[in-house]
């Protein structure tokens, strides 16, 4: 029988209720934690309960998120509180409790949370902690509804770890951002908004995602009080929060980094026993490319035999020839750059322009075939030809078998080509139904048949380059679907937050906006996959859809290209740790030597896109499932920058100042309220001596009155910027 939504099946009902009332203690224990420990924000609080003849331990802390929220003059920075609790004797349950609700629901990002976090302590040989024998508690506290959730990710992450390990967290630093399927700190937005919101509590260190150090606020220019332009100004991050408040401002690229500026542990990636190196990947992918290359080279002499050897109307106004000329040009610039990237051991990059080479080159052969004057069912014979290839092909696709890392990689990859394949074949077939009455349509049907038919062809070589290497992990369907659905929830929470922060910029966001568009229509193609039983392909199209949703935040006021260097050094680094490891990430590997070759062609857009890609996918991997090789250690908290004297004595003596004003103030309030409460007291008891009984009955009312719903700190500070 089951006593919960998370269907936990226990064996006795009085069982059942039992752990129902248990679990209920610590929710209220989670929920009132901050209403007690105001004054030790980020301390560890242990405990226990008996719960009959079972000790459940449990232990928590509350940290701050700064987040930021709309008023009717403008947005402003706000700080929640958010008290994470973990519980023993449970099963990895997690359970979200948010006062007011966020614009982004934060389940999502707890979960997350939990899973990045629960795959980095497994790992370490330092611990002996099972964190899948613990439940989960967040509860999240705020004085208004705050745009995003997925921005308090990292520092869930963090607190998690740290409740786990046993860790003591620092209480003067502060962070925001979203933490990623790979361990990696995603951007977000509102970052000077949420410094003030750190100050008012205190935090003389503040945690921001790498790579958002600046950011870019329209400045108006006037003349004789008239406003002549307005112009976007890009301002430094650290600046504003060391100017403003002596705040430090550290930038962070994955949790490890937090994790070290909260507690002074990390994790060291140690080598594994099974290390997987570079040269395996090489010595698979290499025979792939050198039959590409070969089979390449044979078909475009074929199609330069076709076009010589048939007769193609080549005079005013149907210059055919020379369109088909057109296209063989292609195939051979196709093949040229083959060879070159072959020669220089980017063996994927040389399968791709491999593949396109092929497409061009059978696509011509098509075209002479179709103007043999003898074949006059030739496109109905090769529309049907190709839809023979394809069911064939899609079947290998879908009956792969899955069964640990390298398999869920090749799989993924063949899958994604089955699906391309099938959107074009299903235009292909639209466009043959409708008749095919201009030469221009004919031509397209039969680039895409050409299309098709490769494509078809470069699933077999993705299943097959997994049979080179010794499989990593364990997988099965239903661990494969629900990781697929966990991905699947959190790009959407990526997509939600980043399209919220373009609505915010409006037309500012530029180009922006395409990424947040192929990443909406990645993630309704991702459902629709895992429907279609392609769970490998909508895992991993659930994580490009997060990969473009940040970069839809992380390029606004940046060129692509700014973020190359970067790009490239957080794939590199994940790749590496993936590899320690012992999994080999083809596919990330792949995607980063493209990403290599496509920035080298002034690409940079197709480059960022690759190398964030290829990290994620790596750095997932990574945290998927335990597989060992790290180990923690204490290297200490990084030293914080002072600020200087004079700022740190004006700071002092607003604290003193404040502690006065305030110790008066509570001293005379104190003494008003005993005087009022005794001489309403001696009021009542002379009115009840002097009333009959019948009359002494009255309704109480409700003392408490609800007041400001900004802190008062936050109000405070908006009030004196006016």
Same mark, same amino acid.
């Given at each position: 029988?089951?006593?919960?939504?998370?269907?936990?099946?226990?064996?006795?009902?009085?069982?059942?209720?039992?752990?129902?009332?248990?679990?209920?203690?610590?929710?209220?224990?989670?929920i009132l934690?901050?209403?007690?420990?105001?004054?030790?924000?980020?301390?560890?609080?242990?405990?226990?309960?008996?719960?009959?003849?079972?000790?459940?331990?449990?232990?928590?802390?509350?940290?701050y998120a700064?987040?930021?929220?709309?008023?009717?003059?403008?947005?402003?920075?706000?700080?929640?509180?958010?008290?994470?609790?973990?519980?023993?004797?449970?099963?990895?349950r997690?359970f979200?409790?948010?006062?007011?609700?966020?614009?982004?629901d934060?389940?999502?990002?707890?979960?997350?949370?939990?899973?990045?976090?629960?795959?980095?302590?497994?790992?370490?040989?330092?611990?002996?902690?099972?964190?899948s024998?613990?439940?989960?508690?967040?509860?999240?506290?705020?004085?208004?509804?705050?745009?995003?959730?997925?921005?308090?990710?990292?520092?869930?992450?963090?607190?998690t770890?740290?409740?786990?390990?046993? !860790?003591?967290?620092?209480?003067?630093?502060v962070?925001?951002?979203m933490i990623?399927?790979?361990?990696?700190?995603?951007?977000i937005?509102?970052?000077?908004?949420?410094?003030?919101?750190?100050?008012?509590?205190?935090?003389?260190?503040?945690?921001?995602?790498?790579?958002?150090?600046?950011?870019?606020?329209?400045?108006?220019?006037?003349?004789?009080? !008239?406003?002549?332009?307005?112009?976007?100004?890009?301002?430094?991050?650290?600046?504003?929060?060391m100017?403003?408040y002596?705040?430090?401002?550290?930038?962070? @690229?994955?949790?490890?980094?937090?994790?070290?500026?909260?507690?002074?542990?990390?994790?060291?990636?140690?080598?594994?026993?099974?290390?997987?190196?570079?040269?395996?990947?090489?010595?698979?992918?290499?025979?792939?490319?050198?039959?590409?290359?070969?089979?390449?080279?044979?078909?475009?002499?074929?199609?330069?035999?076709?076009?010589e050897?048939?007769?193609?109307?080549?005079n005013?106004?149907?210059?055919?020839r *020379?369109?088909?000329?057109?296209?063989?040009?292609?195939?051979?610039?196709?093949?040229k750059?083959?060879?070159?990237?072959y020669?220089?051991e980017?063996?994927?990059?040389?399968?791709?322009? &491999?593949?396109?080479?092929?497409?061009?080159?059978?696509?011509?052969?098509?075209? +002479?075939?179709? !103007?043999?004057?003898?074949?006059?069912?030739?496109?109905?014979s090769?529309?049907?030809?190709?839809?023979?290839?394809?069911?064939?092909?899609?079947?290998?696709?879908?009956?792969?078998?899955?069964?640990?890392?390298?398999?869920?990689?090749?799989?993924? @990859?063949?899958?994604?080509?089955?699906? /391309?394949?099938?959107?074009?074949?299903?235009?292909?077939?639209?466009?043959?139904?409708?008749?095919?009455?201009?030469?221009?349509?004919?031509?397209?049907?039969?680039?895409?048949?050409?299309?098709?038919?490769?494509r +078809?062809?470069s699933?077999?070589? !993705?299943?097959?380059?997994?049979?080179?290497?010794?499989?990593?992990?364990?997988?099965?369907?239903?661990?494969?679907?629900n990781?697929?659905? /966990?991905?699947?929830?959190?790009?959407?929470?990526?997509?939600?937050?980043?399209?919220?922060?373009?609505?915010?910029?409006?037309?500012?966001?530029g180009?922006?906006?395409?990424?947040?568009?192929?990443?909406?229509?990645?993630?309704?193609?991702?459902?629709?996959?895992?429907?279609?039983?392609?769970?490998?392909?909508?895992?991993?199209?659930?994580?490009?859809?997060?990969?473009?949703?940040?970069?839809?935040?992380e390029?606004?006021?940046?060129?692509?290209?700014?973020?190359?260097?970067?790009?490239?050094?957080?794939?590199?680094?994940?790749i590496?740790?993936?590899?320690?490891?012992?999994? /080999?990430?083809?596919?990330?590997?792949?995607?980063?030597?493209?990403?290599?070759?496509?920035?080298?062609?002034?690409? *940079?857009?197709?480059?960022l896109? *690759?190398?964030?890609?290829?990290?994620?996918?790596?750095?997932?991997?990574?945290?998927?499932?335990?597989?060992?090789?790290t180990?923690?250690?204490?290297?200490?908290?990084? /030293?914080?920058f002072?600020?200087?004297?004079?700022?740190?004595?004006?700071?002092?003596i607003?604290?003193i100042?404040?502690?006065?004003?305030?110790?008066g103030a509570?001293?005379?309030?104190?003494?008003?309220i005993?005087t009022?409460?005794?001489?309403?007291?001696?009021?009542h008891?002379?009115?009840?001596?002097?009333?009959?009984?019948?009359?002494? &009955?009255?309704?109480?009312?409700?003392?408490?009155?609800?007041?400001?719903?900004?802190?008062?700190?936050?109000?405070?500070?908006?009030?004196?910027?006016?």
């Amino acid at each position: 029988m089951s006593c919960f939504l998370y269907n936990l099946e226990l064996i006795k009902y009085g069982e059942c209720i039992s752990l129902k009332k248990f679990v209920i203690i610590i929710a209220i224990i989670t929920i009132l934690s901050p209403s007690f420990i105001q004054y030790s924000i980020a301390e560890s609080n242990p405990g226990q309960i008996y719960n009959g003849n079972e000790l459940f331990f449990y232990r928590n802390v509350t940290v701050y998120a700064p987040a930021v929220a709309s008023t009717e003059d403008g947005y402003i920075g706000v700080i929640s509180t958010i008290t994470v609790t973990i519980q023993s004797n449970g099963s990895g349950r997690v359970f979200v409790d948010t006062l007011p609700l966020t614009e982004v629901d934060m389940q999502g990002s707890a979960r997350l949370a939990v899973k990045v976090a629960s795959a980095l302590v497994k790992n370490d040989e330092n611990s002996d902690i099972n964190p899948s024998e613990f439940d989960y508690f967040f509860v999240v506290r705020t004085s208004s509804p705050v745009i995003g959730g997925p921005s308090a990710g990292g520092i869930m992450t963090v607190a998690t770890i740290a409740l786990l390990q046993n !860790w003591e967290m620092d209480n003067r630093t502060v962070m925001t951002g979203m933490i990623n399927p790979d361990g990696s700190i995603g951007p977000i937005g509102g970052i000077p908004q949420k410094i003030d919101a750190a100050h008012s509590v205190g935090a003389t260190h503040f945690l921001i995602p790498k790579g958002q150090g600046t950011y870019t606020e329209m400045v108006a220019t006037t003349v004789n009080g !008239w406003i002549t332009t307005v112009k976007p100004v890009t301002r430094n991050i650290a600046d504003y929060a060391m100017d403003n408040y002596g705040m430090t401002v550290t930038e962070v @690229a994955d949790i490890n980094e937090a994790l070290a500026n909260f507690t002074g542990y990390n994790f060291l990636f140690n080598n594994s026993e099974k290390n997987i190196t570079t040269d395996d990947y090489l010595n698979a992918i290499k025979p792939l490319a050198s039959t590409l290359l070969e089979s390449a080279r044979s078909k475009y002499d074929n199609a330069s035999l076709k076009i010589e050897n048939t007769s193609i109307p080549n005079n005013y106004p149907t210059y055919y020839r *020379y369109d088909l000329l057109d296209s063989l040009k292609v195939a051979g610039e196709n093949l040229k750059k083959s060879v070159e990237a072959y020669e220089n051991e980017s063996y994927y990059t040389s399968t791709s322009e &491999s593949f396109q080479s092929l497409i061009y080159s059978r696509f011509i052969i098509y075209t +002479c075939e179709y !103007w043999n004057p003898e074949n006059d069912t030739y496109l109905q014979s090769l529309l049907n030809k190709v839809k023979n290839k394809y069911t064939e092909a899609a079947d290998l696709a879908r009956n792969a078998d899955i069964n640990g890392f390298i398999s869920l990689q090749t799989v993924g @990859a063949a899958q994604r080509r089955a699906t /391309e394949a099938k959107e074009q074949l299903d235009s292909a077939e639209s466009m043959f139904n409708n008749g095919l009455f201009l030469y221009t349509q004919v031509l397209d049907f039969l680039y895409k048949n050409a299309f098709i038919y490769e494509r +078809c062809n470069s699933i077999g070589w !993705w299943i097959n380059i997994g049979l080179n290497f010794n499989e990593t992990g364990e997988l099965d369907k239903d661990n494969l679907d629900n990781l697929a659905l /966990e991905y699947i929830e959190e790009a959407q929470q990526a997509t939600i937050y980043s399209s919220i922060i373009i609505d915010e910029i409006g037309s500012s966001a530029g180009g922006s906006t395409n990424y947040l568009n192929l990443a909406e229509e990645l993630l309704v193609s991702a459902r629709q996959n895992l429907e279609n039983d392609y769970p490998a392909l909508a895992f991993f199209e659930a994580l490009e859809a997060t990969v473009r949703a940040n970069l839809a935040i992380e390029t606004i006021g940046f060129e692509p290209q700014d973020k190359i260097e970067l790009a490239s050094e957080s794939a590199n680094n994940n790749i590496a740790k993936s590899r320690q490891q012992g999994i /080999e990430p083809v596919l990330a590997v792949s995607y980063y030597e493209f990403a290599e070759s496509l920035a080298n062609d002034s690409e *940079y857009d197709s480059a960022l896109l *690759y190398f964030r890609y290829g990290g994620m996918i790596a750095g997932a991997l990574g945290l998927t499932e335990y597989t060992g090789g790290t180990s923690s250690r204490y290297v200490g908290v990084p /030293e914080i920058f002072k600020s200087s004297g004079l700022n740190l004595l004006l700071q002092n003596i607003g604290i003193i100042i404040s502690i006065a004003i305030l110790s008066g103030a509570l001293g005379i309030i104190i003494g008003i309220i005993i005087t009022v409460v005794t001489t309403r007291k001696e009021e009542h008891r002379k009115r009840v001596r002097e009333k009959p009984i019948s009359e002494n &009955s009255e309704l109480q009312t409700n003392p408490y009155v609800v007041d400001n719903e900004i802190p008062r700190s936050i109000k405070d500070y908006y009030k004196k910027q006016k």
